[in-house]
């Protein structure tokens, strides 16, 4: 993979999708470090259905303070691992209040220092929240990065090293964003569709798929 290939798979990403964003439903930072410590081995609309409910009510982290660990489970409760979830946020929001003015900090250090709150969604708070362009590496990018040789590494962090080296300037921004979104709809796990990808003759996976889904399960 060279950088012209790079650039050219970036420059479709970005044309395909020009304004990429979280399918996190938040309006604040705060909100969406709740939302992103949340999603974690769950999905952005299980995380979204939740948190329709639970914001209106608690949005700071006061307000969610006062709802205490019962109060706040029964609105996070169809969330995979929401026992532990719940008791990291109640913590975050008293390190935030402590700490922070109840504000949420815009550097990794202090990012990473919050109970659930780890490199990937450090990255993914500094990136939407607060314009820096870091990349989250996830198991979509991660599997993007392996499969299309745009960044390969045995390791998100290995991962994240090579996209931040790689990726053109101009995309770093949005490029946590249009890999995601890639690995999430076209670029799948068990069954990528390759025939329809904007990317599909940069891409150097050997083991592309060449019939359009409709055929293959027509043939099934």
């Known amino acids: 993979m060279n950088a012209s ?12 999708t020009p304004k ?5 439903s938040y309006s604040s930072p705060f909100e ?6 949340l999603s974690a081995q769950a999905t952005d609309i299980g995380v979204n259905k939740a948190t329709k409910k639970l914001y209106p009510v608690a949005n700071t982290p006061e ?11 029964s609105y996070i409760k169809t969330i995979g691992l929401f026992n532990t979830k719940a008791k990291n946020i109640l913590k975050t929001c008293q390190m935030l209040i402590e700490l922070h003015n109840s504000q949420v900090p815009d550097n990794r250090q202090d990012l990473e220092a919050l109970p659930g709150v780890g490199r990937k969604t450090a990255n993914v708070i500094l990136n939407t929240a607060f314009g820096q362009p870091t990349i989250a590496v996830d198991t979509h990018i991660y599997r993007v990065g392996n499969r299309t040789k745009i960044a390969v590494g045995k390791t998100p962090l290995e991962v994240e090293k090579k996209l931040l080296k790689f990726t053109p300037d101009e995309y770093k921004q949005g490029a946590h964003h249009w890999l995601i979104l890639h690995g999430r709809y076209v670029c799948k796990a068990r069954k990528p569709d390759c025939p ?3 990317i599909n003759e940069l891409c150097e996976f050997k083991g592309k798929t060449s019939k359009l889904p409709e055929l293959k399960e027509a043939i099934n």
């Open 5 to 16: 290939k790079r650039a050219e798979i970036f420059h479709r990403l970005a044309e395909h």
């Open 20 to 24: 990429p964003e979280t399918e996190l």
């Open 32 to 37: 969406l470090l709740i939302s992103v410590i």
């Open 63 to 73: 307000k969610i303070l006062a709802l205490n660990e019962a109060g706040l489970k």
């Open 196 to 198: 329809v990808c904007v």
